[in-house]
């Protein structure tokens, strides 16, 4: 867009000299000795019309499904990826597409994508509760995470100032596998197939946490909330010791009666890297 945008300007500073002349010299420079020149229609060789580049990839639209590589994953801020028809596999979906302004701009002119990330994720973090329904306590007992879609690096000089908000399912083990469909409303009713469940028995390393599409004896059907992202640890007895009595209030609710309770509670370690929430667990029949 910088090489059209400056001819424009260069053309319209010629016009405005020519404005300035006198009829005098308009008449002069017209003039000639030979009584046979007349004006022709013929093509000459110089171009008509300004000539402009696209971007190679068009601005994303919210529903739009698309696979991207788990190692741009692991960086939060990720490129174009593929687009794909959500009936096909697909590890990631627009739910809301901004307009690049301010800082996040200047990072994403830049190069920047940690900047524009950071920039962005609060804004997404909005909008996904919107999206798949539910509210944040809803949201974390799922495997539903965020990244953030940015323009291919040669796009941007091109136009291309967008950011999309894309979310993505987390298995307990921490690889990224495929979403379902349509992420749109899936988490409108209590439970999905995207919620964490246990297998078997409760284990203190959690290697026992599942998604809830794979077979499983308790289904979380509740969270606690421990503290804002800023807070310090409240040390294990005290996150442990307000475990019990809302998870048996929320285990009554789901099973109708106390029994089959169980529950996981942030560790130090998993508190360093965002965990807030315990979660509560039910026994279930599947």
């Not at 298995?171 to 988490?187: A, F, I, K, Q, Y």
């Not at 969270?223 to 010791?241: A, C, H, I, L, T």
Request: glycine share 10%; aromatic share 6%; hydrophobic share 30%.
């Amino acid at each position: 867009m910088r090489n059209a945008r400056t001819s424009l300007i260069v053309a319209a500073a010629l016009l405005a000299l020519s404005g300035c002349a006198s009829a005098e010299d308009l008449a002069s420079a017209g003039a000639t000795d030979d009584p046979t020149t007349e004006a022709t229609d013929e093509p000459t060789d110089e171009p008509t019309e300004e000539q402009t580049e696209e971007p190679s990839t068009p601005t994303p639209s919210a529903g739009d499904c698309r696979k991207i590589d788990s190692t741009e994953i692991s960086r939060g801020a990720v490129g174009a990826g593929k687009s794909v028809g959500c009936r096909q596999p697909h590890n990631a979906q627009t739910f809301y597409v901004a307009d690049a302004k301010g800082k996040t701009a200047k990072a994403l002119t830049g190069g920047d994508l940690t900047k524009v990330y950071k920039q962005t994720e609060p804004m997404c973090e909005k909008q996904i509760q919107a999206w798949t329904g539910g509210n944040a306590a809803r949201l974390a007992r799922t495997g539903y995470d965020i990244v953030i879609g940015t323009p291919p690096a040669a796009d941007v000089p091109l136009g291309a100032m967008w950011v999309r908000c894309d979310v993505i399912l987390y298995d307990p083990d921490g690889s990224v596998v495929g979403l379902p469909n349509d992420t749109r409303g899936s988490l409108d009713k209590a439970t999905s197939d995207v919620d964490f469940c246990v297998r078997g028995s409760f284990k203190p390393s959690g290697t026992n946490v599942v998604l809830c599409d794979k077979p499983h004896d308790f289904r979380s059907v509740g969270v606690v909330n421990f503290g804002k992202s800023s807070d310090s640890y409240p040390g294990r007895s005290q996150v442990e010791g307000g475990m019990r009595k809302p998870c048996l209030r929320q285990s009554r609710k789901y099973l109708g009666k106390n029994l089959y309770t169980g529950w996981t509670f942030p560790t130090a370690s998993t508190w360093k890297n965002g965990d807030r929430y315990g979660e509560c667990y039910a026994k279930t029949k599947k």
